[in-house]
């Protein structure tokens, strides 16, 4: 299988923060979308089958809206990342040793949303800018979220069906991954991570969120092995 150049990641890690700023505003969409639908064709090839062009103007005082496509390609683009191993060297910038977990690659869940969100986080995570690797919580309690749900819109139903589903008959193992889920949805509602209150923690440095992104990454990485 072809892997991906680290060059052609750094690139990408570059241009979905651009895309994701993209959809405040149609203004720029037009010339950004004109600069990636060149970029793209080369560094991952056949990607543009993908979008499907369909902006249309509004108004004659307004530029066509090209946030559509922008969507299309990040998603095309994220897909890509799921089903093709990255090339070594893309966990240089990261500190924390779990980082050989970035190169397992993502298990297609019944999600599509939860496989995206962990390759969005992995992008975010391995760069070195200390607000990039806020995102990259972000995107992973997004992905953590959403996991709850797979069973059904009543989370906490749908946790408990996920853990058993996952514990493979083990009273033990079930003990284990729901004290698991509970501790990492107590950080994520007492930190600042999805929630930015008074009141909330800061986490303080780059290594606090690594260790807490690789410990979501783990626990989200078992559940969808197990549910293959």
Known sequence: MRQIKKEVYEEIQKDLPR????????NGSQNLWAKLKSKYPILLPGILAHVRQSAKFKSVDLEPDFRPELTQLKEAILAYLIVHPVEEG??????????????QSTSQSIDEIVNNKI??????????????????????????????????????A???ELITAVSNGSAEAEKVLDDEFNELTAIGNSYQIRHFENGKTLVHSDHQKEYFYFRMLSLIS???NEMK
């Open 158 to 160: 749908s946790v408990k």
């Open 19 to 26: 895309i994701e700023q993209a959809m405040s505003s149609r």
């Open 222 to 224: 078992y559940c969808l």
């Open 90 to 103: 893309t966990n240089e910038k990261i500190e924390n040793k779990a980082s050989e977990q970035l190169e």
């Open 119 to 156: 390759e969005e986080s992995k992008l975010y995570i391995r760069d070195t800018d200390s607000d990039k690797k806020q995102i990259a919580l972000e995107k992973i309690w997004d992905g953590f979220e959403r996991l709850k749900t797979v069973y059904g819109e009543d989370k906490k």
